[in-house]
């Protein structure tokens, strides 16, 4: 693995905990909260690093799937000033936040699921049982996720998306 796969690793774990930590400590990723804008700084970091690497050279999937999870986020932090989304603010801006971390775990499945266990990775591409389960059981996460998203948003958290204001 090259310097910047390394790095890349590396910093592509930190979303991962960051998102975790805020969905069980806030129930959503929320862009207004310190662990929230962690997530989404090291989320462009993982993004940007992303894009110097390639095992077919050149443009592929991954990258597109970076790009897409940056406009997610760029949604999901404009949300609140967009004045026509009215009450759906926060919905869209939980909702994007969320979508942003399903794409980040695409490509890293794929990757760690036909790289390891070294010597014998457990899948051979990105149509193998393997991979193609795993992401059906992430989607089907994603979807359970979002509804108790949804349901939380609808009974309890307030009506309008979080500002960008740092929690105190």
Same mark, same amino acid.
């Given at each position: 693995?090259?310097?910047?796969?390394?790095?890349?690793?590396?910093?592509?774990?930190?979303?991962? +905990?960051?998102?975790?930590?805020?969905?069980?400590?806030?129930?959503?990723?929320? *862009?207004?909260?310190?662990?929230?804008?962690?997530?989404?700084?090291?989320?462009?970091?993982?993004?940007?690093?992303?894009?110097?690497?390639?095992?077919?050279?050149?443009?592929?999937?991954?990258?597109?799937?970076?790009?897409?999870?940056?406009?997610?986020?760029?949604?999901?932090?404009?949300?609140?000033?967009?004045?026509? $989304?009215?009450?759906?603010?926060?919905?869209? &801006?939980?909702?994007?936040?969320?979508?942003?971390?399903?794409?980040?775990?695409?490509?890293?499945?794929?990757? %760690?699921?036909?790289?390891?266990?070294?010597? &014998?990775? $457990?899948? %051979?591409?990105?149509?193998?049982?393997?991979?193609?389960?795993?992401?059906?059981?992430?989607?089907?996460?994603? +979807?359970?996720?979002?509804?108790?998203?949804?349901?939380?948003?609808?009974?309890?958290?307030?009506?309008?998306?979080?500002?960008?204001?740092?929690? *105190?």
């Amino acid at each position: 693995m090259s310097t910047l796969g390394i790095i890349h690793t590396a910093l592509s774990v930190l979303p991962i +905990l960051f998102g975790l930590w805020a969905f069980l400590r806030d129930g959503r990723i929320n *862009p207004g909260t310190r662990v929230g804008g962690l997530y989404l700084l090291t989320m462009v970091a993982s993004i940007v690093t992303s894009f110097g690497l390639s095992r077919a050279g050149g443009f592929n999937p991954g990258h597109a799937l970076g790009i897409f999870a940056l406009v997610l986020m760029g949604l999901a932090v404009l949300a609140p000033r967009l004045g026509w $989304l009215g009450n759906g603010a926060p919905y869209v &801006q939980t909702l994007a936040m969320s979508a942003s971390f399903l794409v980040l775990l695409i490509p890293g499945t794929v990757e %760690t699921l036909t790289r390891l266990p070294a010597g &014998q990775p $457990l899948a %051979t591409g990105p149509e193998s049982p393997a991979v193609q389960g795993t992401l059906g059981v992430l989607l089907v996460l994603f +979807l359970v996720g979002t509804a108790f998203q949804v349901v939380r948003l609808r009974t309890g958290a307030p009506r309008t998306a979080a500002p960008l204001a740092r929690e *105190p």
